[in-house]
Every structure is written in structure tokens, then in C-alpha cells.
């Protein structure tokens, strides 16, 4: 394997050690949402099984092994608001199903809206969702008893049952409800996150009355746009705790920039560190002090544009580099999942989210969110044990970041992250491989998209190599 050098190499390098010590198991792992009911020409038509099996292709060559799928609730239920089988989104969810049971993939069914039907009616001064008077109202659920036994129990029955989707073991009513939004609202003197708090205790009620125990529910699933604040803690000052009505707590995260960066002039955003000891650590140290998984549910990042901004921020490399960087410090901190944004997306709602390109039927790569997803998903496996990396850097800011698994296989993976723009990283990797004999080495940056470059030889069960690492890169170091 050739040697690279640096000029500084009399310089000490960033230290990455690993121990064979478990950290923590994750509840679940790393994957995507897959919203369903952009337009029809965001997906092939049923009667394409083709192009469905050319797209289901890419989610197992990207290894996905936990997804939420996405449906309108406003597309299922009739104007009383009583459940409706029969939309063509359900095709999309029989074959993701087929999909996923065999490799032992869960999916969380999310149903995004509460059903006009069941809704508050508008008072003076309701809010709009997320307070853009066009889009309308989107407020929290008045008739509690009718929003369950006529749509969220017949919803998840059809599902599992009629549909025998086994491998749906999640539930999430509500998309970002609280904080703010104009989501969930609802009118004085009711206290809205009280009244969330019910809705969530009603649904694991009538889940259990009606046999359908083992759907785990799920919540507060709010984002971390800065004028959304945590909403537990009001919740607990005001006694209305979920923690008995939930199975996880899930969260989305949009607003990072790396340390070194300043905040984007296209949306906020906070440094990397902050998000990831202020709020992942801290939630999901709540979270697990409880026995219940932290699961984050939508990852993408904003900086670098999206709806407001470049449409195609997030489509570039040094996006997916931002991205990559949370999902593996999030690991490193104890997430039980990292979800990245709507791998199938028009692209023209709210920037290039996709990963495969649809709306023109080529279902082609898009080149730098698909082989950057790949190189950091392909050697992680579902439910992967994440052991103890201690990293040593002299650099103020550290650019370096990893996170190492054990996979149920046991095979291994080291995810090496330089955040640098400009320069690349000395690193002295030492790592345990067990019983096997080598290392693989992959390498995603701006010019290699999931390059295999070489192989590092195990001696003693591990290795111990010095490592130049180029700039905005991710480097693997598998022993699959």
C-alpha cells in the first residue's frame, strides 16, 4: 500500500485508539425517510416493477437497515376523517415491506397530519403551520377518542394485519408538532404540549386495547430549529410526562455547521459541538437514563442552502461531509439512528434531498449524497455496537472525528471524518480486528466517491498505522 506524506510530518499526529470495550448497542441504526406522497412523479408507477426493483436495488447496495416511511393522513381517511385503504402510496409500502422483513429492517409508519375531521376548529389568532398563513392550519386533535378508534387503530390494523407488513414496529402521528410551528396548536387556555402528551397516551391505549402491542410509539419528534426549544421540560413542569405513553424518543436535527465555520447567511445554525453535548448528549443521556432508545429521525443539514438559499446546497460534498460528521459523532454520543431526509424527493419542494434521481425515470445516483451515504452506511450494520475511540488531537478546533463499530457479524468498522477545507490530517490509527487478517480502506472526498484504496495487514489482532487523511473526507477502515 503506498505511503503519503506531509511536509509537517515531524508534527505529532491526531491519535485514534480503539478498545474492544462496548460503549453502547444501538436500538436500531443508520438509514432514510421515505416520504411517499410527494407527487406521483417522484416514484415509479405501480405497475413498474422494473424501476421498483432497480430502486430497491439502491437501498440494499446503501445498506439501509432502519426507515420511516411517510404517509398523509389527509391521502387515508374519508371527509369524516375514518380510515380509507386504497391510495396508491400503500404499493410503495408493500414493497418496502418485501424488502425489509427478510433482512430484518424496522419501519416506523408516520401518518404526519391529524385528519381535518378530528382537528380544532380555527379560533381568532390560531396559528398557521409553521405561521405561513398559505399553508393553512394544522392544529391538534379536539375529538381524541374519534382521531384513534376511526383512523390511528384501523391505520395500523390494515397495515399489519390486512397488509401483513411485519416489519412496521414504529409509530409517529405527528410530523414536528410543538414549539412554535403552529403545529399541534391549540386554544385557550388548553397547554398544547399537555395536550400532546394526552393525545400520545391515548394512542398507546387503544394500540394495546386493540392487539397491537408491539407497534412501538413514539415522540416528541420536534426539530432543532433554534426557536424550538426542548419541550420537555415544560411537559415535566407542567406533569404531563410522556416517558409512560412512549416506546423512544425521537428527535430531527437540521442546524449545524462544523466548529471552525461561521453560521450560514441562507438559515441558522449552530457549531457541531454544541448540537451534539448540548442537545443529542444531553437528550439522549434523558432518554437512555429512562431504558428507552434515542432514535434521530431526520438528519440533513441546512447550511449550505435548501429552501431558502441554494437548492442544491444540500446535494453537495462538503454537505454530505457536514452530515457524515453528525451521524458519527451522534453514534459516538449514544444515538440508537440516525434517518438522513427523503432519499426520494422531487427535488423541487425544498432543495436536492434525493439520492436516487427519479422524476426524469433514470433512478441514476445522485453522485455526491449517494456514494457519500454509501461509504458511511455499507459497513455498519443494524443494531451495531458501538466501542469505546478515544481521540487525541492538537488541534484547536479538532477537524477529526470517528466512531467505531462492531457489527453482529463481527466484522469491524473505523468511520474517520477530516471536516478540513483545506488540510489534510495526520492520524495514527490503532484498532482492534479480531480475528481477521486485514483492513480495508475506503475513502469518499471531493474527488474519490467510494474509492477502495488499499488494504492495512493485521498483526497481533490489530492494526497500528500512521494515515493521511485528505481534506472533507470520510475514510473507512472495515475488516468486512
Not at 432497480?54 to 426507515?67: E, K, M, P, S
Not at 458501538?386 to 453482529?408: C, F, K, M, Y
Amino acid at each position: 500500500m503506498p505511503s503519503f506524506l506531509l511536509r509537517d510530518s515531524d508534527r505529532d499526529p491526531t491519535t485514534i485508539t480503539v478498545a474492544n470495550d462496548v460503549t453502547h448497542t444501538m436500538a436500531e441504526g443508520l438509514g432514510f425517510n421515505w416520504f411517499s406522497t410527494y407527487e406521483a412523479a417522484t416514484y415509479p408507477s405501480p405497475e413498474e416493477d422494473d424501476r421498483w426493483d432497480r430502486v430497491l436495488g439502491h437501498l440494499t447496495w446503501l445498506n439501509a437497515n432502519f426507515i420511516r416511511f411517510g404517509q398523509s393522513a389527509f391521502e387515508l381517511c374519508d371527509a369524516r376523517g375514518n380510515f380509507r385503504p386504497g391510495h396508491w402510496s400503500f404499493d410503495q409500502l408493500r414493497r418496502l415491506n418485501a424488502w425489509a422483513e427478510p433482512r430484518g429492517v424496522s419501519l416506523i409508519a408516520d401518518t404526519w397530519y391529524i385528519p381535518q375531521a378530528f382537528q380544532f376548529q380555527p379560533w381568532p389568532d390560531a396559528p398557521y403551520a409553521w405561521g405561513v398563513k398559505g399553508l393553512g392550519y394544522l392544529l391538534g386533535v379536539e375529538d381524541i377518542d374519534g382521531y384513534i378508534n376511526r383512523f390511528v387503530v384501523p391505520y395500523l390494523k390494515y397495515v399489519t394485519e390486512e397488509m401483513g407488513c411485519k416489519a412496521v414496529r414504529w409509530y409517529n402521528h405527528f410530523n414536528e408538532p410543538l414549539g412554535g410551528s403552529g403545529q399541534c396548536a391549540t386554544p385557550p387556555p388548553i397547554d398544547d404540549h399537555a395536550h400532546y402528551v394526552g393525545v400520545l397516551a391515548a394512542i398507546r391505549q387503544g394500540l394495546d386495547e386493540a392487539g397491537l402491542g408491539q407497534i412501538g410509539n413514539m415522540g416528541p419528534d420536534t426539530p432543532t430549529l433554534l426557536a424550538h426549544a426542548n419541550p420537555l421540560p415544560h411537559m415535566l413542569e407542567i406533569g404531563a410526562d410522556p416517558d409512560p405513553h412512549i416506546q423512544a424518543y425521537c428527535v430531527h436535527n437540521y442546524h449545524s455547521h462544523f466548529d471552525w465555520d461561521a453560521e450560514s447567511t441562507s438559515n441558522q445554525s449552530d457549531p457541531m459541538s454544541y448540537s451534539i453535548n448540548a442537545r443529542v448528549g444531553v437528550e439522549c443521556d434523558y432518554a437512555h437514563a429512562r431504558g428507552k432508545p434515542y432514535l434521530i429521525t431526520e438528519l440533513g443539514m441546512f447550511h449550505y442552502g435548501w429552501r431558502w438559499g441554494d437548492p442544491a446546497g444540500v446535494a453537495r460534498h462538503d454537505n454530505f461531509v457536514l452530515e457524515a460528521e453528525f451521524a458519527v459523532r451522534a453514534m459516538a454520543r449514544g444515538a440508537d439512528s440516525v434517518l438522513r431526509w427523503a432519499w426520494l424527493n422531487p427535488g423541487t419542494r425544498d432543495g436536492w434531498w434525493q439520492l436516487v434521481q427519479t422524476i426524469d425515470g433514470s433512478d441514476a445516483p445522485v453522485l455526491n449524497p449517494y456514494y457519500g451515504y454509501g461509504t458511511l452506511m455499507r459497513y455498519v450494520d443494524r443494531q451495531p455496537k458501538i466501542l469505546a475511540t478515544e481521540i487525541v488531537s492538537p488541534d484547536r478546533p479538532q477537524t477529526v472525528h470517528a466512531v467505531a463499530v462492531e457489527n453482529g457479524d463481527g466484522s469491524r468498522t473505523l468511520l474517520v471524518v477530516n471536516d478540513s477545507y483545506a488540510n489534510c490530517a495526520r492520524v495514527l490509527i490503532a484498532m482492534p480486528t479480531g480475528a481477521a487478517t486485514g483492513v480495508r480502506k475506503l475513502v469518499c472526498d471531493p474527488v474519490r466517491k467510494h474509492e477502495e484504496v488499499g488494504e492495512i495487514a493485521a498483526a497481533a489482532g490489530g492494526i497500528e498505522q500512521v494515515e493521511v487523511l485528505s481534506p472533507m473526507s470520510l475514510t473507512v477502515y472495515t475488516t468486512r
